[in-house]
T-cell receptor, first 112, second 112 residues
Framework: KAGVTQTPRYLIKTRGQQVTLSCSPI?????VSWYQQTPGQGLQFLFE???????NKGNFPGRFSGRQFSNSRSEMNVSTLELGDSALYLCASRSGIQDRYTFGSGTRLTVV | GENVEQHPSTLSVQEGDSAVIKCTYS??????FPWYKQELGKRPQLIIDIRSNVGEKKDQRIAVTLNKTAKHFSLHITETQPEDSAVYFC???????????FGQGTTLQVKP
């Protein structure tokens, strides 16, 4: 069974640009969550999607958005990038309410 | 708001010794508590988890205990080995929120 796949693995962007990250969950998993990991703030919840609907959102500005497609793949978009957006962005999938979260390897975003 | 405090931030032990990492959560509705191990440059990997209807769970050298009254849970690693060296994160999850609240992480170093 393939794991959670995130693309791209690495990304360098300039301040003010926008970026889209992709996450393909484990086959059959309908829930995808996104997290931002930085040395200073640790792992912080961005949002969760289930069956194409955003069910929960963390305390991030509106520049951070996401969506989920009918095949459960999810994308995360960050507009007007700031230097502080440099982080490892992780997604996690699970099949249902009680199931465990499996993380992808993440996308390392560097904003210069 | 929801919060998970994790201690210590760093822990150094000799090979063969035990290691204990402690977490305290704030949301009394939290009902699922996973522990993740993250090696440098890699994804967080689930090593053990416990649900709120259980007080203790063990898997070979790893155990987790939960005290719901005190809102406190701990990770115990016995007979530590150099390959246990990594950053360990605790997390708390509430119901169907799809959101994990993470502790700040503990860097464990096991000296040969």
């Amino acid at each position: 069974k393939a794991g959670v796949t995130q693309t791209p693995r690495y990304l360098i962007k300039t301040r003010g640009q926008q970026v889209t990250l992709s996450c393909s969950p484990i086959s059959g998993h309908r829930s995808v969550s996104w997290y931002q990991q930085t040395p200073g703030q640790g792992l912080q919840f961005l949002f969760e999607y289930f069956s194409e609907t955003q069910r929960n959102k963390g305390n991030f500005p509106g520049r951070f958005s996401g969506r989920q497609f009918s095949n459960s793949r999810s994308e995360m978009n960050v507009s007007t990038l700031e230097l502080g957006d440099s982080a490892l962005y992780l997604c996690a999938s699970r099949s249902g309410i009680q199931d465990r979260y499996t993380f992808g390897s993440g996308t390392r975003l560097t904003v210069v | 708001g929801e919060n998970v405090e994790q201690h210590p931030s760093t822990l150094s032990v000799q090979e063969g010794d035990s290691a204990v990492i402690k977490c305290t959560y704030s949301d009394s509705a939290s009902n699922y508590f996973p522990w993740y191990k993250q090696e440098l440059g890699k994804r967080p990997q689930l090593i053990i988890d416990i649900r709120s209807n259980v007080g203790e769970k063990k898997d070979q050298r790893i155990a987790v205990t939960l005290n719901k009254t005190a809102k406190h849970f701990s990770l115990h690693i016995t007979e530590t080995q150099p390959e246990d060296s990594a950053v360990y994160f605790c997390a708390a999850h509430t119901g169907n929120t799809g959101k994990l609240i993470f502790g700040q992480g503990t860097t464990l170093q096991v000296k040969p």
